[in-house]
């Protein structure tokens, strides 16, 4: 059964630091990994996905890369601004078109 | 390209009532998902439909959950008697199985508290 967990559970940084977001998951075997946003009260926004067949992918100041191998994904958020606060989830599924399953989330605060 | 809808956005009951929520996908997107978020958690599968077809209810609390999606395409969830764990964000995805990547898009969900 697949697990997945995140590291840290919460994060405060000042305005301007790059920070690194921490995915991981225990069975490997995966099709894709998808990056999500959720502002308080709201749904999930997609922010990146990233299919088995590659390693990373970017879109403006986030960039997520995928180790299957290893079981863990990175989310690096450059230059973060207050309007980046948010939970940060990522979720896997094992096959195309089958379930996602969540990890718990990151709670990320960027103060002014 | 209109995105995936849900209402009601809050609905308040007391236990034992029931409620519905609905939830009209993304167009085209032959794949619906139902995700419950209890507040501190990432969302847990419900129940998946493929077209109007159950793909996946092994996390349903059937007892008192139901789910159906007539024509493929509207999809609405039912729940009970509500007890006081049902309380919670539901939250309703979708995605494109024919093509695309099987990238999920997910509506504004349904905050529930029971009383």
């Known amino acids: 059964k697949q697990e997945v967990t995140q590291i840290p559970a919460a994060l405060s940084v000042p305005e301007g630091e790059n920070l690194v977001l921490n995915c991981s998951f225990t069975d490997s075997a995966i099709y894709n990994l998808q990056w999500f946003r959720q502002d308080p009260g709201k749904g999930l926004t997609s922010l990146l996905l990233i299919q088995s067949s590659q390693r990373e992918q970017t879109s403006g100041r986030l960039n997520a890369s995928l180790d299957k191998s290893s079981g863990r994904s990175t989310l690096y958020i450059a230059a973060s601004q207050p309007g980046d606060s948010a939970t940060y989830l990522c979720?896997?599924?094992?096959?195309?078109?089958?379930?996602?399953?969540f990890g718990p989330g990151t709670r990320l605060s960027v103060l002014p | 390209e209109a995105g995936v809808a849900q209402s009601p956005r809050y609905k308040i009951i007391e236990k034992r009532q029931s409620v519905a929520f609905w939830c009209n996908p993304i167009?085209?997107?032959?794949?619906l998902y139902w995700y419950q978020q209890i507040l501190g958690q990432g969302p847990k599968l419900l129940i998946q439909f493929q077209n109007n077809g159950v793909v996946d209810d092994s996390q349903l609390p059937k007892d008192r959950f139901s789910a159906e999606r007539l024509k493929g395409v509207d999809s609405t969830l039912k729940i009970q008697p509500a007890k006081l764990e049902d309380s919670a964000v539901y939250l309703c995805?979708?995605?494109?199985?024919?093509?695309?990547?099987?990238?999920?898009?997910f509506g504004e969900g349904s905050r529930l508290t029971v009383l």
């Open positions: 167009s085209g997107h032959a794949t």
């Open positions: 979720a896997v599924s094992q096959n195309y078109g089958q379930n996602f399953v």
């Open positions: 995805a979708s995605s494109s199985y024919y093509r695309g990547t099987g990238e999920l898009f």
